[in-house]
């Protein structure tokens, strides 16, 4: 078995009741203003994590710090959230700052992560074209998920599929990302995408 | 989307990600005492990075030489086993800070910390077949 458990105290507090744990996790990502802090509170229990960044990697292609050396970090904020499966083992959500500016925080986030969510709303598709390309590249799974806003029209999952020219077998959801049922389901479909492009790839490892 | 300020300011787009004010960073980075960048030890904790408390911990006049912050997140890592993200939620700390912090813990004896899942090597059908069931369980 190829992934490695992170090995917990066998002695101690823990009395022995798991002696490995897992922490898996899945990123959700997006445009401004998707819902991806909705999604992520709505199926967990959602706090704010603070990371500060160096000014020169956050923002040197779009501020002009004009050689002002003195604020050099800056904090940015993302989403976190929680949900526990069992004790030994959870599930991890990160929701990433809709601007561009922050991509270098992806890399960090998407290094082993399970996968992706990237929301959409069909009144401006074209938000989440970077985030598709970049899991696409990367070779992250991910799934899209359509956030029906009121007033939207409704789309049809082939058309967003299509409009987005989306790798054929990348789910497209329909969902409300403000109802927790819609919220899991999102999750469930990307945990079962994410487990058929593994096997996948080891069989074409393999073959 | 345009929110563009029109003032004659640096006009950042989607500034309000960034506070009003750098101010308050100086802050905790005196705590670690001006490093942003762990110790000796030099790992860069991956958010997810598990961090459990050392079985064969250091005694207690070492930890009596503690900072206040180092103690209080020794004391969150005893309380339960917890992620690298969910310590700086929960002891309201920038991560880079609570990545220095750790690293001297880590140094000193009194926690491990996991490695979280290599990259490209997801775990296998009967964990992911628990997660689902678990999330429909939700
Ligand atoms: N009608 C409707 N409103 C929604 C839905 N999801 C989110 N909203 C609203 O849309 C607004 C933006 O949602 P957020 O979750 O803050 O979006 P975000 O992607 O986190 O935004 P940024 O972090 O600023 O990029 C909020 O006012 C939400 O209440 C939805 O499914 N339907
Ligand atoms: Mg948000």
């Known amino acids: 078995m190829a992934y490695e458990r992170s090995e917990s105290t066998g002695t101690g507090a823990g009395d022995g009741v798991d002696t490995t744990a897992l922490a898996l996790k899945i990123l959700v990502a997006g445009g401004f203003g998707v819902g991806k802090t909705t999604l992520v509170g709505s199926v967990s229990e959602i706090r704010p994590l603070r990371t500060e960044e160096r000014l020169s990697r956050a923002g040197e292609l779009v501020d002009d710090t004009g050689g002002v050396d003195q604020k050099t970090t800056t904090t940015v904020a993302m989403d976190f959230g929680r949900i526990t499966i069992r004790s030994g083992l959870s599930l991890y959500l990160f929701g990433t700052p809709g601007q561009d500016r922050f991509w270098f925080l992806w890399d960090e986030l998407s290094q082993g992560a399970l996968g992706a969510v990237v929301l959409a709303d069909t009144r401006r598709l074209e938000d989440c074209f970077p985030a598709v390309d970049y899991f696409e590249h990367r070779k992250i799974p991910f799934v899209v998920a359509v956030n029906c806003f009121t007033g939207?029209?409704?789309?049809?999952?082939?058309?967003?599929?299509?409009?987005?020219?989306?790798?054929?077998?990348?789910?497209?959801?329909?969902?409300?990302?403000?109802?927790?049922?819609?919220?899991?389901?999102?999750?469930?479909r990307l945990v079962e995408y994410a487990g058929r492009m593994h096997t996948a790839r080891l069989l074409d490892s393999v073959g | 989307?345009?929110?563009?300020?029109?003032?004659?300011?640096?006009?950042?787009?989607?500034?309000?990600?960034?506070?009003?004010?750098?101010?308050?960073?100086?802050?905790?980075?005196?705590?670690?005492?001006?490093?942003?960048?762990?110790?000796?030890?030099?790992?860069?904790?991956?958010?997810?990075?598990?961090?459990?408390?050392?079985d064969d911990p250091p005694?207690?006049?070492?930890?009596?030489l503690l900072g206040p912050e180092h103690r209080s997140l020794l004391a969150l890592c005893r309380?339960?086993?917890?992620?690298?993200?969910?310590?700086?939620?929960?002891?309201d700390l920038p991560v880079g800070v609570v990545r220095v912090l750790l690293g001297d813990l880590l140094e000193s004896g009194f926690v491990r910390v996991s490695r979280p899942v290599p990259p490209a090597q997801l775990p296998d059908e009967r964990i992911l077949r628990e997660v689902i069931d678990g999330l429909r369980a939700l």
């Not at chain 1, 409704?154 to 109802?179: F, I, K, M, Q, W």
């Not at chain 2, 308050?24 to 790992?43: D, E």
């Not at chain 2, 309380?79 to 002891?91: G, M, R």
């Open chain 1, 152 to 188: 939207a029209r409704t789309y049809g999952a082939h058309e967003v599929s299509r409009a987005l020219d989306l790798d054929r077998g990348t789910p497209v959801v329909l969902c409300d990302a403000r109802d927790r049922d819609s919220g899991k389901e999102v999750l469930i």
């Open chain 2, 1 to 54: 989307m345009n929110e563009d300020s029109t003032g004659g300011g640096p006009a950042v787009p989607g500034g309000q990600w960034y506070d009003a004010d750098a101010g308050p960073l100086v802050r905790p980075y005196a705590m670690t005492g001006g490093r942003t960048r762990p110790g000796p030890s030099n790992v860069r904790f991956d958010l997810i990075a598990l961090v459990v408390v050392d």
């Open chain 2, 59 to 64: 005694g207690a006049a070492e930890e009596g």
């Open chain 2, 79 to 91: 309380a339960e086993t917890q992620s690298v993200a969910e310590l700086a939620a929960d002891a």
